[in-house]
């Protein structure tokens, strides 16, 4: 079945400790995008990555990193977070080819700092 | 500073009407709009898409229709089902900005038997 999958979907965790939520996708997607979704402002998109070892910054991309070392995963990392980080988030995938814009989401990641 | 946007939070219609979304949006570079579906629990689908160089693009119930001289999009659901209660959000994308998709603040859409 074609997916995108992404771990963990629900955590909890204290202010500075480091945390990585993975995404991937079995679809051969070049690009990938982390996007997160807060009440009142919509889906921001944070990371993008056209393909294996490129990305680029989204609209909000303080406080987080990524990487693309293989063409199916891209962890996103808060490496120190705080609480506004607190939120709802969806990793995508989208093919190069095909509809332009059509993104395959995940089920998404409802992340807590205390 | 939002480039789409989304004015009505919420709309409601009765089951077999029109339920029509609105979407405004700044930058006169995007070359596509889209239109994505969210149910609670889980993640956004996508649902329909118009090129810049289109002004109608219809796929079973669903019709967008794009006004450029307006910067103005909007979805139509026709006849409106219960099952199609749900967040809609407007995405809007330019070619050479890759994939990136810049979205609306969502709608959301219930549909009352």
């Known amino acids: 079945e074609a997916q995108v999958t992404q771990n963990p979907r629900y955590l909890i965790t204290v202010t500075g400790k480091k945390l990585t939520v993975t995404c991937s996708q079995n679809?051969?997607?070049?690009?990938m995008s982390w996007y997160r979704q807060d009440p009142g402002l919509g889906l921001r998109q944070i990371y993008y990555?056209?393909?294996?070892?490129?990305?680029d910054k989204g609209d909000v991309p303080e406080g987080y990193k990524v990487s693309r070392k293989e063409k199916r995963n891209f962890p996103l990392i808060l490496e120190s977070p705080s609480p506004n980080q607190t939120s709802l988030y969806f990793c995508?995938?989208?093919?190069?080819?095909?509809?332009?814009?059509?993104?395959?989401f995940g089920q998404g990641t409802r992340l807590t700092v205390v | 500073d939002q480039q789409v946007k989304q004015n009505s939070p919420s709309l409601s219609v009765q089951e077999g009407r029109i339920s029509i979304l609105n979407c405004d949006y700044t930058?006169?570079?995007?070359?596509?709009f889209l239109w994505y579906k969210k149910y609670p629990a889980e993640g956004p689908t996508f649902l329909i898409s118009?090129?810049?160089?289109?002004d109608k693009n219809e796929d079973g119930r669903f019709t967008v229709f794009l006004n450029k001289s307006a910067k103005h999009l909007s979805l139509h659901i026709v006849p409106s089902q219960p099952g199609d209660s749900a967040v809609y959000f407007c995405?809007?994308?330019?070619?050479?900005?890759?994939?990136?998709?810049?979205f609306g603040k969502g709608t959301s859409l219930l549909v009352t038997p």
């Open positions: 995508a995938s989208s093919p190069a080819t095909g509809k332009f814009g059509e993104a395959f």
């Open positions: 679809m051969n997607h070049e690009y």
């Open positions: 990555s056209m393909n294996v070892e490129v990305t």
């Open positions: 930058n006169s570079m995007f070359d596509y």
């Open positions: 118009i090129s810049s160089i289109k």
């Open positions: 995405a809007a994308s330019a070619i050479n900005s890759g994939y990136a998709l810049n």
